[in-house]
């Protein structure tokens, strides 16, 4: 920044020189000295607001501290967006910040990451668990070295964690999901659910909250839920898995996909076998645009989700809160989040607390070009 502001200042004095060699007449040398004075307070004044901002953000909210954020694995384009939007909020705040992306979805790929992070001493740990128990020793010895550790996105336990950062209401979401289902399927007919891994806490969460919507209503006792498909998030896994469902529930009207891999994947094999099936489900706009449609040749009417970017900033609002002591990720305790505005931190399913984003979005046909090129 002071580069290109001295840059300008030298600019505004060879044009300066410019104009006084262009004309002979004082008037016209006086005239090329004010323009020049006027250049040089003006990239001045820039010089020191660019200055300003630069001290701040060495002074901001985060100055001094290491936030490291773990997302599930390499290449996820969801949690991608997530790493981006924490590192945005902890950079402009003046703090340093650490962004590991396992190899493989796993908990021991994410444990040998934490492991890592306690020995170069970081101040906070904000992680999206492949495993909601399996981190829990690694995770306890992260407190004892008096690290801040939350996580955003796929919950670990209440005893692994200060608190939760959750895109959405889980009963939202599962309610939402339902009434697709109930409505793409005409209220009844075969439904099948392709996850992420068998142990992904958030769809796992979002899996349980659709199976107690769906018995505790009349409404859906005439969906069959036929099989739960895990494609472990990996785009090839989960196109397996979506050919194997159509090939053993030949009446198959829908497909649930409460992830952003597994539904990008199993969109592509509906529209490209021009299968009747239809798909639901949680995913990326600029990954399923192609896909979404309210006629034949879409594979997905509609589906939901949050703004990821957004999640990651609340995580790194979070960690900020938790390092600076103005959280404990106790219950009824608030803090405000930048310009996202104030959050409270509210009692969770599982004993332990969540901060929740805000209520899942429909992507359509009518929206989906507004969104696809934001995220």
Known sequence: MKKRMVSVMLTAVMTAGLLAGCGGSSASETEAAASASAAQETAAAS?????????AAEGGIAAGHTYAIITKSAGNPYNER?????KEVIEANGGTCIIQQPETATADAQISVINSLISQGVDS??????????????????????????CLDSKVNADSRATFVNQAGTMEIGQALVDAVYDLAGGEGQWAILSATSQAANQNAWIEAMKT????????????????????DEPQKS???????????PDLKVICAPTTVGIAAAAKVLQDQG????????????????????????S??????????????LGAYTSIALVNGEITGAAGETFTAGDMGEYTIVEASDGGTEIILGPPFEFNPENINDWKDVY
């Open 213 to 232: 919507i769906v018995e505790a209503d009349e409404k859906y006792a005439a969906l069959e839920l036929v099989e739960i498909a895990y494609g472990d």
């Open 300 to 313: 997905c009417p509609y589906m939901f989700l949050w703004n990821p970017i957004d999640v990651g900033r």
């Open 82 to 86: 997530e790493a981006s939007g924490f």
């Open 125 to 150: 740990i904000c992680l999206a668990a492949n495993d909601e128990n399996a981190l829990q020793a690694t995770l306890q010895q992260a407190m004892d070295a008096g690290i801040k550790v939350s």
């Open 47 to 55: 010089e020191a607001a660019a200055e300003e901002a630069g001290d």
């Open 275 to 298: 299968t009747s099936v239809k798909l639901t489900g949680l995913g990326l706009p600029s990954e399923m645009a192609e896909y979404i449609g309210d006629d034949e040749a879409h």
């Open 239 to 249: 196109t397996d898995q979506t050919q194997a469902l159509l090939s053993k529930y």
